[in-house]
């Protein structure tokens, strides 16, 4: 599907393109960020069809407004941006249930080395915590969403994601300590 | 980032069999590295890429619908029937400003000079037959052998833009009617002439005779009638009542001419 | 069944004869109709496109009646016809011309008429041209803009008036491989006065020369009528009815070949030559 021409552009650059109604541009754009976007929205909420759609109201909010990113930052991160906050825009229009956290795992001595580089002690720490706490750390310091936007994508009040962040930020401190 | 993430980490970060952390920083390596977030890309199903691919393509394309046909729609007008009304040569921002200066010239003549409402009744009716005369055939509609060789080619698509020619030009002359002098034999005294018109050009136009010279000379014959019944003393026996109902009559008759008549049509006599 | 007969067919525009007395059976292929301009090519297709009744004679298309309002609709579901000079609303990008096409042809509902519309312009190669304005498509894209609309719906019929005049040599070679690889295999009927066309696209050729047909077979056949025939010398041989320079610069000849002469094998052009130089040959006798 990817056509040459696109292929060497760089993100930005496909952006531009897209802003003055490139198709082929949005195809490589698409082409490259529509799969992590998926697998990254998919463990935030387990509903396929809604992530389906909330990857295609992403696109569709990225082609429309295109000529607005004004080159701050990876690309990538934008489109996270405008995906996490359609996800939040769309649970609150249709409430269900959100998936609070991955299940968890143990995590195998490879992948343990590769969070060493990334995280240092904080993995083991983050480890520790209880789910909805991680959750909650996850919605805004990862995902940088707002307490009021944290609430509405984990389905409980700003009030509780507040007082959880406290409480997973004092519970890290204490681990990191 | 110098290190990128191993393949198997990946495969565990799809299948969501990684613990949270883990998950995490691939999720931030991912969003800065190109070359593993084609590898990521690689974990899920092309079918799935496809299908939202298709979606998406097709809400793009809605979204570029363009502004006449955004606003038929929603004014009610069906999506297809929209589409062939934009596609009507005649329905172009050109022609309609023409008949807007020209019934304004009309309205303008019928207050100064002292002839009444009669200049305005006299052109009004011209206009949808001139219009629709513009909007049909080999010579004005720039797709017409093409639009001929289709299931809606001929009849069908005669009476959609005649149709809508003739609602627009209604539209726009009953505005103009309603700043006519007061005096007037009523507004709508020039709404069934233009029907007889229409019908008779297209009747007249489903033998071989060439739409444009059928609506030139019907016109010209209309503006001749005019001119005769205005040096007569009563012009009411173009626009009075009784008029009006023989009008009414004429046009009836002319429309089930136009039916029986419409095969006519479809078999490619319009040139 | 065939899908395209004509009985006894003719035409005339004014006094001046189109058609005369044209008798033709086409089947399920891809069918070439050769002849020079004027020839009555565009008459028949026409016809074959429902757009022309004929003044007399008898026309089946896909079995039906065209003079047959009710039939006439059958047909037209399942025809695709590219016009000798397709007219586009040059304001309009592709997708909406497409699309305008696809709403005459009776694809009521949006969803699965634009579908249709990709299908056909990604088929034409001119899915990132879809939202252009027509007006600023080059020749070449405009032919298969006009190719992709008569795609719509997957004809069984496809009519092509001249669909590769006015294409450079690759264009010609796009074009031709998307009529000879179309899924659905339509029977294709193609006007042209490229030969080349007709060797490397057509099962069948048809030579059309003023108004009446004068070859039906293969290409292959077409050739063989000028078989011993066609010759090579280095100077022109003023008994040939054809001649001219080939890029070798010898003298290339069609017609009664002299004892003296060495026949080469002869070509679908050599053949053509021979036809409608014979014919006119035959005119200023």
Redesign the interface.
Known sequence: MT?ARWASLS?EELLSAIAK????A??EL???????L???M??RFADQTVV?EV??DT??AV??GAGRYAGRG?V??WI?GIGIRRLVDRLRRSPRIPRL???????SA???V??G???GD???A??RLSPEL?AVI?ATV?DGLTTGEAGRLLGVPQGTVKTRLMRARRELREALA | MTTHLPAATIEKYAADALPYADASSVEAHVLACPACRRLVAGQVDQARLRAIWGELTDRVDEDRVRVPERWLRRLGTPAPVAKILVCTPSLRGSWLLGVVITLALAVLASRTTGGGDLPFLAVAPVLPVVGIAVSFGRAMDAAWEVGEATVTGGFPLLLIRAGAVLAACVSVTAVAAVVLPADGRGALAWLLPSLLLVVVTLVISTTRAAMPYVAATISAIWLCVVAIAAASPRTDALFGSGAQAITAALTLAAAGVLLSRRHAIESGTLR | MSSLSLENVGKKFGSTPALAGVRLEVEPSVTGLLGPNGAGKTTLLRMAATVLAPDSGRIRILGRDPAHPHERVEIRRRLGYVPQEPGFYRNFTAFDFVDYVAVLKDIAERRRRHDEVRKVLDYVGLRDHAHQRIKALSGGMRQRLALAQALLGDPELLILDEATAGLDPEQRLRFREMISVLPQRPTVLISTHQTDDVSALCQRVVVLIAGTIRFDGTPAELAATASDRVWVDADRDERAAVSWRTSAGQFRHIGERPADAQSVTPTVDDAYLLLSGADISARSS
């Open positions: 056509d993100d109604r490139d198709d082929a949005f195809r698409y082409e490259r960020h529509a799969g992590w998926i697998l990254r998919s463990r389906d990857v295609q696109f569709l082609w429309r990876e990538a991160a996270w956290a991955p299940v968890g795992v143990e995590p490879e992948d343990r590769l969070v580089i990334e995280h904080l993995a083991g983050l480890e991680r996850q990862l």
